[in-house]
């Protein structure tokens, strides 16, 4: 199985918004609403943003939200802050039964 | 409130054996599935294995289908990870958390395994 690709950086400035695009394929995103987003700071756990492609944890700022079209998932932050800076990790169920990520993508915040 | 406790991590030289274990509170262990996730140094998430919260059902990354064993005890709401057959590339924070495939809602703060001679 092999990795969902996401773009290894994207960049913003406060207050911006951005898209992180995740591309699988249609044995795993575009067969599936199962799609999670996770956002992981440095030495720390990932945290749960995004799950079921679009519904979002108690606790996540609406700021975060998610979509999908085809096979591509993607994750927006509107009204970007500093504290938003972290990378940034999809995942999908695959018809194999397992679960593949992303391979990351790291978020700057200008 | 959720936590999620893990422990076992170490030195270990490829060939060898380890087990991870995960102890769990804040929620009805025995209603949830369970999973270990990996992150080799610098590098991105791996899924590892997921079970069921029964226990009846088991699933694996082909990069560790039949050299590790994923298992759990429900009277100790304990999660744990038998790796055999260790190798380098096994190097990584092993991450527990709480979910089945779909999504994982909750993680541990993971332990580190290294695989080296």
């Known amino acids: 199985q092999s990795a969902l690709t996401q773009p290894a950086s994207v960049s913003g400035s406060p207050g911006q918004s951005i898209t992180i695009s995740c591309t699988g394929t249609s044995n795993d995103v575009g067969g599936y609403n199962y799609v999670s987003w996770f956002q992981q700071h440095p030495g720390k756990a990932p945290k749960l943003m995004i799950y079921?492609?679009?519904n979002r944890p108690s606790g996540v700022p609406d700021r975060f939200s998610g979509s999908k079209s085809g096979n591509t998932a993607s994750l927006t932050i509107s009204g970007l802050q500093a504290e938003d800076e972290a990378d940034y990790y999809c995942?999908?169920?695959?018809?194999?039964?397992?679960?593949?990520f992303g391979g990351g993508t790291k978020l700057t915040v200008l | 409130e959720v936590q999620l406790l893990e422990s076992g991590g170490g030195l270990v030289q490829p060939g060898g054996s380890l087990r991870l274990s995960c102890a769990a509170s804040?929620?009805?262990?025995?209603?949830?599935?369970m999973s270990w996730v990996r992150q080799a140094p610098g590098k991105g998430l791996e899924w590892v294995s997921t079970i069921s919260g029964s226990a009846s059902s088991t699933y694996y990354a082909d990069s560790v289908k039949g050299r590790f064993t994923i298992s759990r005890d429900n009277s100790k709401n304990t999660l744990y990870l038998q790796m055999n057959s260790l190798r380098v590339e096994d190097t990584a924070v092993y991450y527990c958390?709480?979910?089945?495939?779909?999504?994982?809602?909750?993680w541990g703060q993971g332990t580190l395994v290294t695989v080296s001679s």
């Open positions: 804040g929620f009805p262990f025995s209603n949830y599935a």
């Open positions: 958390a709480k979910g089945l495939l779909r999504y994982q809602d909750y």
């Open positions: 995942s999908s169920y695959t018809s194999s039964i397992t679960l593949v």
């Open positions: 079921d492609v679009s």
